[in-house]
């Protein structure tokens, strides 16, 4: 497409993840940001609801038509609730428009999993084949060739970029893979709920949604298809008094009790060695969520206890940016040719 900018739409852009994505979009020199959606927010200048970004964002949020969206945008990023991507998805692919979905509605192949985690009836059984899953680092391939990219939860991102190379090269037992994670508050959206009020979740720590998370079947059917095989995979969140950030630890037992932590620590680099974004940390160094803060990097340390016979894996990223924004920008950058890097931070806030 030569140097010519790609029109881009936003349809949920009052909330923490759209804002993130505003403002990577703001410095990407190959798009044009025409268009921000919204429900409740409709009408509010986007200067007003945050006025940090009112010196560069001169849009008001519209309400959402997408015959509208599709007359304006090429791209269209959607960031709204479960259940309502589906509802406007086939209308936007029919006008010819790319789209990427950060909620759950395409991140399943199967509607049945879908419909029994989040409800609602599915009626777009083919759009669902034919969406890719938005891990860049597992799927850069198919996403390069792909019109509906439904991108990945900020837990399951965490969890399977930890977990991938373990079941892709067999090297645990299929469903002893235990993933113990904690995320800062912002993971659960910008409305006011009472775990989330300060005097809930300040100096506490919780876990929630106790065998039964939603992200539990995601994380699952691509353990599955890395593993040939049908995994199941015991995931606790909980909820941490920081803003942002997830650390997942993942527990597996190992095949071979002879695979020591150089061993691992070689087949990770390997695993990931065509990635800037995945950084296996030397052994004995374990990471840090600060370390991925505003950036779209995952950070990786690995331990084997030879006691026990498992491997332990910690990862870290930025739920809002490699477990969000930042990650839908990287799959943009891939379906559209342009190199992978641009607009994405490397270098974090802290300290």
């Known amino acids: 497409m030569g140097d010519q900018r790609v029109p881009v739409a936003l349809v949920g852009a009052s909330g923490y993840g759209g804002v993130q994505l505003v403002r990577l979009l703001l410095d990407h020199p190959r798009v044009d940001l025409v268009f921000l959606g919204g429900d409740s927010s409709a009408g509010q200048r986007f200067g007003d609801l945050y006025p940090h970004l009112g010196h560069r964002v001169d849009l008001k949020i519209e309400s959402i038509d997408p015959e509208v969206i599709a007359q304006r945008a090429q791209v269209v990023f959607l960031a709204l609730p479960n259940g309502l991507a589906s509802q406007i998805v086939p209308t936007l692919l029919a006008r010819g428009c790319r ?3 950060l909620s759950a509605d395409y991140r399943f ?3 049945e999993v879908y419909q029994a985690w989040y409800g609602g009836h599915r ?3 083919d759009l669902l084949q034919s969406a890719v899953y938005g891990l860049p680092e597992l799927f ?3 996403i390069a060739q792909a019109r509906l990219v439904g991108c990945p939860g900020c837990y399951p991102t965490a969890s399977l970029l930890a977990l991938a190379p373990l ?3 067999g090297l645990i037992l299929p469903n ?3 993933v113990d994670a904690k995320s800062g508050t912002s993971g659960g959206g910008r409305q006011a709920k ?5 005097a809930e979740a300040d100096g506490s720590l919780g876990a929630y949604s106790v065998g039964r998370h939603r992200h539990t079947p995601e994380i699952e059917e ?3 298809s890395l593993a040939g095989q049908e995994i199941k995979v015991q995931f606790t969140p909980h909820l941490v008094p920081m803003v942002r950030g997830i650390l997942a630890t993942v527990y597996a037992s190992l095949r071979d009790s002879g695979l020591d932590r150089e061993d691992l620590l070689t087949i990770y680099r390997a695993f990931y060695r065509s990635t800037t974004w995945v950084r296996v940390l030397p052994g004995g160094t374990y990471p840090q969520t600060k370390w991925a803060l505003g950036t779209n990097l995952c950070y990786l340390g690995l331990e084997v206890d030879s006691r026990t016979g498992r491997v332990i894996v910690l990862s870290a990223i930025d739920n809002l940016m490699k477990g969000q924004a930042s990650q839908a920008l990287q799959c943009l950058n891939i379906m559209m040719g342009w190199d992978e890097h641009t607009a994405l931070p490397q270098l974090c806030f802290y300290p």
Do not use: G, R
């Open 194 to 198: 009472t775990p989330l009020l300060l």
């Open 176 to 178: 002893s893979a235990i």
């Open 222 to 224: 691509i353990c599955s």
């Open 99 to 101: 789209v990427l979905d």
């Open 140 to 142: 850069s391939a198919e």
């Open 109 to 111: 192949k199967n509607s």
């Open 167 to 169: 079941f892709k090269q």
């Open 123 to 125: 009626t777009d059984h």
